[in-house]
């Protein structure tokens, strides 16, 4: 037992320093050995530890979610949209104790969690709820890595937080799951907590954030700073941004600061919340029937709204897939009026309940296009969308894989149109003016439809078509011809290989030819860091298609040379994974990443174990705050512009 409790113990020790700390100090084989150990001595004894980490593996699917009871209620927050609502409540904090203090936190957009420990022992995870009961997640619980199983303080303990997906973690589910992708991280992170299947859980990788103590049976904190404080000692996952404001205008520069760095983190957030610290001025202020009076959320532009359905057509997509486009009534998103709203596929929209003529949540998220939550009422008009048997565009019928559905006629004309756009686009073969209602036009009135057939236009195959003069149709000759040096990632992406975005054909250039990649393994592809199962088999089967192959020859024979970007060996950022945080006054960061590069480095958006170097300018935050809690080499905008040549900056 003795040797259980040190492996135990030891094996939390580095998952903590991994998954928490983001700061390994062994390597995974070390860690995988001492894991082996633990579970053959684990089957041997038939003993297995309560803060075991082989609890953490994804068991069977269970039958239904039980009901439980919270100790505590876990209220949610009245919201504030205006500085004027946040003013108004400063004030009453101020009217109750003048000297209260408040703190700033993020408001995370996930799926709120309690979890509740006793004496020691992690024992049970809930959903919220409706604040009074939730769903016991326990199960799926266990495959998240962010919280210990074992903790020294020994009472009753319900602790707050939300589970979230990060965003390239999401990016990189769907670039493994093409046919089933999550359309964002609030839904994917609920869909992964809210699964029957542990397992499903533990493939999308989600992580819990905590913020809170809900309960305690002794000992109560007298303040969030302290109750966040002990959190982060008992190794529970925190986010290291807590301000403490004494003033409106300290918590208001708390809130710009939020809003400006959100939008480069990894985590998908939606406003700030604001707490009164003291636990003695939130007695004193109680609660109403649905918030405490002492907490408020600070939201950025509004981003949901109710809409009414008013008909749902179904769009064909450049692989065939069938997607549902509602048309809804106007509504104000994030500064712009909202006619339309998209639903992922047929199994998307059934399980939304979406039906015309029936009140749904819109939501738009970070200046995407706005999406179809769910129903929220339905009418005695409401009518049920009808799955399609046949494809509306083309006639053609149509195929249902899992949840999708697809068009069967690779011929189809939107699917073509569709097709030549994403060729045709900025971060592909980038053929300037070469618009979607262009193509449609070449597409009806030219038969243009393969990538190839771009190439074999001329300045007669433009006359008579409205609106085409000289100079239009000079400029687009001179954009097409100009595409035919297209650097090789951007034509891997621009062909349209199902599944694979610009990372991993980023990756797959590395190879130095289309006929290098056309040669690879499964084995081979499936060793990349940013291609699985699912994408392997779409390259090997688009390689395989004798229409797709003899369109790389037609291609070729036409002059398309795509080439391969020479990596920087030398320069100043040589073999430097570099991440820039806060304004810098002699560039754009745009600039600056593009300048990096030119010397040989890697730009990466977010920090990480991978991350070598930090540029760090005016009003650096979170990011700055885990490079220096990584060790990771910082440098200030004046030595950023000695190493690229620029020492002393621009006059």
């Not at 006619?339 to 998220?365: E, Q």
């Not at 002059?559 to 304004?583: D, M, S, W, Y």
């Not at 490079?627 to 910082?634: E, M």
Request: overall charge negative; glycine content about 8%; hydrophobic content about 40%.
């Amino acid at each position: 037992m003795d040797r259980m409790r040190y492996l135990v113990d030891t094996l939390n020790k580095w998952a903590y320093e991994y998954y928490v700390q983001d700061a390994p100090s062994v390597s995974d084989r070390e860690y995988d050995a001492l894991y082996d150990e633990l579970r053959a001595l684990e089957r041997e004894t038939g003993v297995r530890l309560s803060d075991s980490p082989t609890r953490r593996v994804g068991g069977e699917p269970i039958k239904a979610f039980a009901r439980h009871t919270h100790i505590a209620p876990l209220f949610s927050l009245d919201k504030a949209v205006t500085e004027d609502e946040l003013a108004a409540f400063v004030t009453r904090v101020h009217k109750v104790e003048p000297s209260a203090l408040f703190t700033v936190e993020y408001k995370f957009d996930g799926l709120t969690m309690c979890l509740t420990y006793e004496d020691g022992r992690f024992v049970r995870a809930t959903t919220r709820g409706n604040g009074t009961e939730g769903e016991d997640v326990t199960a799926q619980a266990l495959t998240v890595r962010s919280f210990p199983l074992a903790i020294p303080y020994r009472g009753t303990l319900e602790v707050r937080g939300e589970a979230i997906i990060r965003l390239p973690v999401l990016e990189q589910y769907n670039r493994e799951h093409p046919d089933e992708p999550l359309k964002n991280a609030r839904n994917a992170a609920a869909g992964a907590i809210r699964n029957l299947d542990p397992k499903v859980t533990a493939s999308r990788r989600p992580e819990i954030i905590f913020y809170d103590i809900n309960y305690m049976s002794d000992e109560p904190v007298a303040s969030q700073q302290e109750a966040v404080a002990r959190l982060r000692a008992w190794g529970f996952q925190t986010f290291p941004f807590l301000k403490v404001c004494a003033t409106f205008d300290e918590v208001m520069a708390a809130v710009d600061e939020i809003e400006v760095e959100r939008k480069t983190l990894d985590v998908l957030t939606d406003g700030a919340v604001i707490k009164t610290d003291s636990e003695d001025v939130r007695r004193r202020m109680g609660y109403t029937d649905k918030f405490p009076r002492w907490a408020i959320a600070y939201k950025f532009e509004a981003e949901e709204a109710e809409a009414t359905v008013e008909k749902v057509i179904w769009q064909v997509g450049r692989t065939g897939k069938l997607t549902p486009l509602a048309f809804i009534t106007p509504v104000e998103l994030a500064g712009a009026t909202v006619r339309r709203a998209t639903l992922n596929n047929f199994g998307d929209l059934t399980r939304k309940d979406v039906k015309v003529g029936s009140r749904v949540l819109v939501r738009r998220s970070n200046e995407v296009i706005p999406e179809i939550l769910g129903a929220v009422a339905h009418t005695q008009g409401s009518v049920p969308v009808l799955k399609p048997a046949v494809c509306p565009a083309c006639g053609a019928p149509v195929a249902e894989v899992g949840a999708n559905l697809f068009c069967t006629n690779r011929h189809c004309p939107p699917r073509i149109v569709q097709k030549l756009t994403h060729y045709c686009s900025k971060n592909a073969a980038d053929v300037e003016g070469m618009s979607e209602a262009t193509l449609t036009l070449l597409h009806e009135k030219r038969g243009v439809s393969d990538f190839s057939d771009l190439y074999t236009l001329t300045r007669e195959s433009f006359a008579g078509l409205e609106g085409f003069k000289e100079k239009k149709i000079t400029n687009l000759l001179s954009a097409i011809d100009a595409s035919r040096r297209i650097p090789l990632e951007r034509f891997l992406y621009a062909i349209g290989i199902e599944g694979i975005g610009r990372v991993a054909a980023r990756d797959l250039a590395a190879f130095g030819s289309v006929e290098a990649v056309a040669a690879l393994t499964f084995e081979q592809l499936i060793a990349l860091e940013n291609i699985g199962d699912v994408t392997a088999n779409s390259i090997l089967s688009y390689f395989a298609d004798e229409e797709n192959r003899a369109e790389l020859a037609r291609l070729r024979a036409l002059g398309v040379q795509p080439v391969v970007r020479q990596k920087v060996t030398g320069g100043a950022f040589a073999g430097e994974n570099v991440v820039l945080t806060g304004g810098l006054a002699s560039m754009s960061r745009p600039e600056a990443q593009k300048r990096i590069e030119a010397l040989g480095g890697t730009a990466l958006s977010s920090v990480s174990r991978k991350t070598t170097l930090v540029v760090a300018g005016t009003d650096a935050g979170s990011k700055l705050e885990k490079a220096r809690a990584l060790g990771i080499r910082i440098i200030g905008e004046e030595e950023f512009l000695a190493m690229l040549g620029e020492k002393g900056g621009r006059e």
